[in-house]
């Protein structure tokens, strides 16, 4: 079991953050080179269409967002169809607040439940319901054609796997592992 960090790890976080930010501001920009650029651009540009198509997918098949269906699947995929509402913000990457938004939608079309956590007063659970679990599998075949036909049909198996390293190379680069570190679910 996790806890949450200290008000010190976090001031002492935010200090240490705060110094590698002066020290990045006073040193020379270390510039990305032509190819570099070009490589940042491209993954910019096709980042942004990706999320815009599937995104677009999901509205027409289903009436929500790709961050809502990402929610249903993780919820989907937890035992008993339920997490803790900390739990699926840490999965999801985003703010406490924008999860709760996004819970509220949900349980407003029927999709989701909130229960209160029977292990910690404090803590609520997100709550897969039957129609929510009815839907994602009715939109999950477009969803996965959709994400087939944009990616993956256009890459060879050597490039689907070398993707594949790239991205859980970044992630993990990107993962903070110092306690109180800036996350987005603890926001």
Request: aromatic share 4%; charged share 30%; hydrophobic share 35%.
């Amino acid at each position: 079991m996790t806890t949450a960090p200290t008000e010190a790890a976090r001031t002492q976080a935010a200090k240490t953050q705060a110094a590698r930010t002066e020290a990045a501001r006073t040193q020379a920009p270390h510039w990305l080179t032509d190819e570099e650029q070009r490589t940042w651009l491209a993954y910019r540009h096709a980042s942004t269409l990706l999320e815009d198509h599937l995104d677009r997918q999901l509205q027409r098949d289903a009436g929500m967002p790709h961050i809502y269906y990402g929610l249903l699947v993780q919820l989907a995929e937890a035992p008993r169809r339920r997490l803790r509402m900390t739990e699926l913000a840490m999965h999801a990457k985003i703010t406490r607040s924008r999860l709760s938004h996004a819970i509220a939608r949900l349980e407003k079309n029927g999709w989701v439940r909130r229960e209160d956590c029977p292990s910690d007063k404090r803590g609520q659970l997100a709550c897969l319901t039957d129609e929510g679990y009815e839907v994602l599998t009715r939109t999950a075949p477009g969803h996965v054609a959709a994400v087939r036909q944009a990616l993956f049909d256009r890459l060879s198996p050597e490039q689907q796997k070398s993707l594949g390293e790239i991205m859980r190379i970044v992630a993990e680069g990107l993962q903070p592992k110092e306690a109180g570190a800036d996350l987005p679910w603890l926001r």
